[in-house]
């Protein structure tokens, strides 16, 4: 028996655990503690765990599929790639769209940015981010000048004050929550604000119950309350910030005195007092958000809110502070970086940009050029216009995606993937999208390759091959480079391993320009922006300046809206939805997870016990939840654990698909859907 450790990082959350892969005989058995990681050192949450448990499943797709009579049939590679070479050719550049991947790695999305931009030459590229941190991107892009979080994991154990909204650390990122506790230990002050008292909000010195969607509200009311009684940091305002009038002439109205603030969100007027006096007094104030914050109608508005209240106390731009985006995905963060967004090329280099597009057309050498220097469409704008304007897309090519149990208002997603004429499926499991296919082309996951992923702290860690591909699988940027040669691009792609991706990447993205393989393979990884080879790399953003050309940070002034659909006499609840200790997004990995899925078989719908008791519902009875999208079946989970009058589902789980009910409005500006409010009713079966 030959058996080794192979040291790699996490594909689940955005964390950025590494682990030791245990490798038998050639193949994965089991996960080992690497005590090396500056990231988790040595610990792991269960789905770290358990990270083995999916990789040689049986299920695991090992041979490309074609489509025929609705059947799909084993193909060779050969076979596939000339179909979906003839296929992709037929149609006009923007009649094509592809989502890219936050599970998969830099090199796989830089792969297939350059794909969608030089072989297929389509503006329409985007992915997942849309749906949980596009309002961080947008939001902080305008405040401070870069849409990333500011600090580091490491950091937030220095916080005096930790102020947690929309996001259960404790469960979708628990190895920050561990941060928290050390925190918490060293003496710091947790405030906690969500609908929900998670296992987050039960370690808290101060929890905020709320209505889902007040946030805006609650955050202009803490600012009044600050500035009214002189807390707000003078000196940093003055020097490092521009337009505090305009804030304060919108944070000061009646509006949003703690009294109506009180009444809009549901949190008592002396708990609001509190949390001001403890982020703004603490001298270090970290905040910690995810999705609770960003998906909204109003997600940029929330994340600028957020943005404001931390210039006013000038708690940025120093250890232990901070604006603190935990991204959801591994690599979310990455296929961001990539360019896989609808208006970027790598490191946020616009398209429309006259100089940027010229230095991508330049540096890819395409003979027929790039896609024109102009904005394409998001996914969820995507999945309107499949529905909305047939025949203006056509074809579309997903890496790694599952749109059929991650987007909001799953008929609407089903009738516009339906309606294409062509669509190629890349992933490693037949998912509830992969179904729908024309061609699904076998990938290989984590275990099976060297890449890099970027993590929520901006870290590039390594990914590291542990066992080989199952039956035929390929690496995902090689089937997109052999794909590319059928197409007559074989010169644009010459790459033969993942590092020469890296090395390409590296040279035309100016904030991963010093980065290399050999500084990478070292425990601690490098932050971006890490611009040259002898650059240490940010741990902390914006410390002397913000990233804006004048350094200094932008205050919004931003007025309360309602989300999209409130309650009203029909549909008189408020529905959110968000996840699980030991499930990943739509369980296509933890669901392969005999330990994961014997832990939660499958979902539910939880409810007040007070609201439960006036539906006349029994804890674990089966109800029938509806919007005005479509309606579920589901087990009531009775909880005093909840909010009155809010409902909340975990949107893991296919025979119970929250997203089902989720309403697919968008913020104006990143086109982030509402998956955090809409309007429910319940009926007894
Ligand atoms: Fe993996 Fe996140 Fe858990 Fe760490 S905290 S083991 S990265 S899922």
Same mark, same amino acid.
């Given at each position: 028996?030959?058996?080794?450790?192979?040291?790699?990082?996490?594909?689940?959350?955005?964390?950025?655990?590494?682990?030791?892969?245990?490798?038998? &005989?050639?193949?994965?058995?089991? #996960?080992?503690?690497?005590?090396?990681?500056?990231?988790?050192?040595?610990?792991?949450?269960?789905?770290?765990?358990?990270?083995?448990?999916?990789?040689?499943?049986?299920?695991?797709?090992? /041979?490309? +599929?074609?489509?025929?009579?609705?059947?799909?049939?084993?193909?060779?590679?050969?076979?596939?790639?000339?179909?979906?070479? %003839?296929?992709?050719?037929?149609?006009?550049?923007?009649?094509?769209?592809?989502?890219?991947?936050?599970?998969?790695?830099?090199?796989?999305?830089?792969?297939?940015?350059?794909?969608?931009?030089?072989?297929?030459? $389509?503006?329409?590229?985007?992915?997942?981010?849309?749906?949980?941190?596009?309002?961080?991107?947008?939001?902080?892009?305008?405040?401070?000048?870069?849409?990333?979080?500011?600090?580091?994991?490491?950091?937030?154990?220095?916080?005096?004050? #930790?102020?947690?909204?929309?996001?259960? /650390?404790?469960?979708?990122?628990?190895?920050?929550? %561990?941060?928290?506790?050390?925190?918490?230990?060293?003496?710091?002050?947790?405030?906690?604000?969500?609908?929900?008292?998670?296992?987050?909000?039960?370690?808290?010195?101060?929890?905020?119950?709320?209505?889902?969607?007040? &946030?805006?509200?609650?955050?202009?009311?803490?600012?009044?309350?600050?500035?009214?009684?002189?807390?707000?940091?003078?000196?940093?305002?003055? !020097? =490092?910030?521009?337009?505090?009038?305009?804030?304060?002439?919108?944070?000061?109205?009646?509006?949003?005195?703690?009294? @109506?603030?009180?009444?809009?969100?549901?949190?008592?007027?002396?708990?609001?007092?509190?949390?001001?006096?403890?982020?703004?007094?603490?001298?270090?104030?970290?905040?910690?958000?995810?999705?609770?914050?960003?998906?909204?109608?109003?997600?940029?508005?929330?994340?600028?809110?957020?943005?404001?209240?931390?210039?006013?106390?000038? @708690?940025?731009?120093?250890?232990?502070?901070?604006?603190?985006?935990?991204?959801?995905? @591994?690599?979310?963060?990455?296929?961001?970086?990539?360019?896989?967004?609808?208006?970027?090329?790598?490191?946020?280099?616009?398209?429309?940009?006259?100089?940027?597009?010229?230095?991508?057309?330049?540096?890819?050498?395409?003979?027929?050029?790039?896609?024109?220097?102009? !904005?394409?469409?998001?996914?969820?704008?995507?999945?309107?216009?499949?529905?909305?304007?047939?025949?203006?897309?056509?074809?579309?090519?997903?890496?790694?995606?599952?749109?059929?149990?991650?987007?909001?208002?799953? $008929?609407?997603?089903?009738?516009?993937?339906?309606?294409?004429?062509? +669509?190629?499926?890349?992933?490693?499991? +037949?998912?509830?999208?992969?179904? +729908?296919?024309?061609?699904?082309?076998?990938?290989?996951?984590?275990?099976?390759?060297?890449?890099?992923?970027?993590? $929520?702290?901006?870290?590039?860690?390594?990914?590291?091959?542990?066992?080989?591909?199952?039956?035929?699988?390929?690496? &995902?940027?090689?089937?997109?480079?052999?794909?590319?040669?059928?197409?007559?691009?074989?010169?644009?792609?010459?790459?033969?391993?993942?590092?020469?991706?890296?090395?390409?990447?590296? *040279?035309?993205?100016?904030?991963?320009?010093?980065? !290399?393989?050999?500084?990478? =393979?070292?425990?601690?990884?490098?932050?971006?922006?890490?611009?040259?080879?002898?650059?240490?790399?940010?741990?902390?953003?914006?410390?002397?300046?913000?990233?804006?050309?004048?350094?200094?940070?932008?205050?919004?002034?931003?007025?309360?809206?309602?989300?999209?659909?409130?309650?009203?006499?029909?549909?008189?609840?408020?529905?959110?939805?968000?996840?699980?200790?030991?499930?990943?997004?739509?369980?296509?990995?933890? %669901?392969?997870?005999?330990?994961?899925?014997?832990?939660?078989?499958?979902?539910?719908?939880?409810?007040?016990?007070?609201?439960?008791?006036?539906?006349?519902?029994?804890?674990?009875?089966?109800?029938?939840?509806?919007?005005?999208?479509?309606?579920? *079946?589901?087990?009531?989970? #009775?909880?005093?654990?909840?909010?009155?009058?809010?409902?909340?589902?975990?949107?893991?789980?296919?025979?119970?698909?929250?997203?089902?009910?989720?309403?697919?409005?968008?913020?104006?500006?990143?086109?982030?859907?509402?998956?955090?409010?809409?309007?429910? *009713?319940?009926? *007894?079966?």
């Amino acid at each position: 028996m030959e058996m080794k450790y192979v040291p790699t990082t996490c594909p689940y959350c955005g964390t950025g655990c590494t682990f030791n892969l245990v490798v038998v &005989d050639g193949k994965v058995t089991g #996960v080992a503690p690497y005590q090396r990681s500056p990231v988790n050192e040595g610990k792991l949450c269960p789905k770290g765990v358990y990270a083995h448990e999916f990789v040689n499943r049986e299920d695991r797709l090992t /041979t490309p +599929l074609i489509k025929k009579d609705g059947t799909f049939v084993e193909a060779s590679w050969d076979e596939a790639y000339d179909l979906i070479a %003839r296929k992709l050719k037929s149609y006009k550049a923007d009649e094509m769209a592809v989502l890219a991947s936050a599970r998969t790695s830099n090199e796989d999305n830089y792969a297939i940015m350059k794909f969608a931009r030089g072989v297929l030459k $389509t503006r329409h590229i985007d992915h997942c981010a849309r749906l949980c941190h596009a309002s961080t991107v947008a939001g902080l892009a305008a405040t401070f000048g870069s849409g990333a979080m500011t600090n580091s994991i490491g950091d937030i154990a220095q916080s005096k004050c #930790v102020f947690i909204i929309g996001s259960n /650390t404790f469960e979708q990122h628990p190895l920050i929550g %561990r941060r928290v506790m050390q925190a918490k230990k060293n003496g710091a002050k947790i405030i906690y604000a969500d609908p929900r008292l998670t296992p987050t909000g039960k370690q808290a010195d101060l929890y905020m119950q709320f209505r889902s969607g007040s &946030d805006v509200a609650i955050l202009n009311g803490l600012m009044q309350e600050i500035i009214r009684n002189g807390w707000e940091d003078k000196e940093f305002i003055a !020097n =490092r910030t521009k337009d505090f009038e305009a804030l304060k002439a919108v944070v000061m109205k009646p509006d949003y005195s703690l009294e @109506n603030v009180s009444k809009i969100s549901g949190i008592p007027i002396d708990q609001l007092k509190t949390a001001a006096e403890w982020i703004a007094k603490s001298g270090a104030t970290a905040i910690l958000y995810s999705m609770g914050i960003t998906q909204h109608t109003v997600g940029v508005d929330n994340v600028k809110s957020i943005a404001n209240i931390q210039m006013l106390t000038g @708690n940025l731009g120093k250890a232990g502070a901070g604006v603190n985006a935990l991204r959801g995905q @591994n690599n979310v963060q990455g296929a961001c970086d990539m360019g896989c967004l609808p208006v970027v090329f790598t490191g946020y280099q616009k398209v429309i940009d006259e100089a940027a597009h010229k230095k991508f057309s330049d540096a890819w050498g395409f003979p027929d050029g790039i896609s024109a220097p102009q !904005n394409g469409y998001e996914v969820t704008t995507m999945m309107d216009v499949l529905t909305e304007k047939p025949g203006e897309l056509k074809a579309m090519y997903i890496m790694g995606e599952n749109p059929m149990l991650s987007d909001p208002d799953l $008929t609407h997603v089903e009738h516009a993937i339906k309606s294409l004429e062509f +669509l190629v499926v890349q992933d490693i499991f +037949l998912t509830e999208t992969a179904q +729908l296919a024309d061609v699904v082309l076998p990938a290989t996951c984590y275990a099976e390759k060297d890449g890099t992923q970027t993590s $929520t702290e901006r870290r590039v860690q390594m990914w590291r091959k542990a066992q080989d591909p199952p039956g035929q699988a390929k690496l &995902d940027w090689q089937i997109l480079a052999e794909l590319s040669a059928k197409m007559g691009y074989a010169g644009q792609f010459p790459w033969q391993s993942a590092e020469d991706v890296f090395t390409e990447i590296a *040279k035309v993205t100016p904030s991963y320009g010093g980065m !290399n393989y050999e500084r990478l =393979r070292k425990p601690e990884a490098l932050h971006w922006p890490c611009p040259a080879a002898d650059h240490a790399g940010t741990p902390i953003l914006h410390i002397g300046k913000f990233s804006h050309p004048d350094g200094l940070g932008v205050f919004f002034p931003i007025e309360f809206k309602y989300p999209a659909e409130v309650p009203d006499a029909e549909y008189p609840y408020i529905f959110t939805t968000g996840r699980n200790l030991f499930h990943w997004h739509t369980g296509s990995m933890t %669901r392969r997870s005999a330990s994961l899925e014997s832990e939660v078989p499958t979902g539910w719908i939880e409810i007040n016990t007070e609201d439960a008791h006036d539906l006349g519902v029994a804890d674990g009875e089966m109800v029938l939840a509806k919007t005005r999208r479509g309606e579920i *079946k589901v087990p009531a989970r #009775v909880t005093k654990e909840i909010m009155k009058g809010v409902m909340f589902m975990p949107f893991h789980f296919a025979e119970c698909a929250a997203n089902v009910l989720t309403n697919n409005a968008l913020d104006p500006i990143a086109k982030i859907p509402e998956f955090k409010a809409c309007a429910i *009713k319940i009926e *007894k079966i």
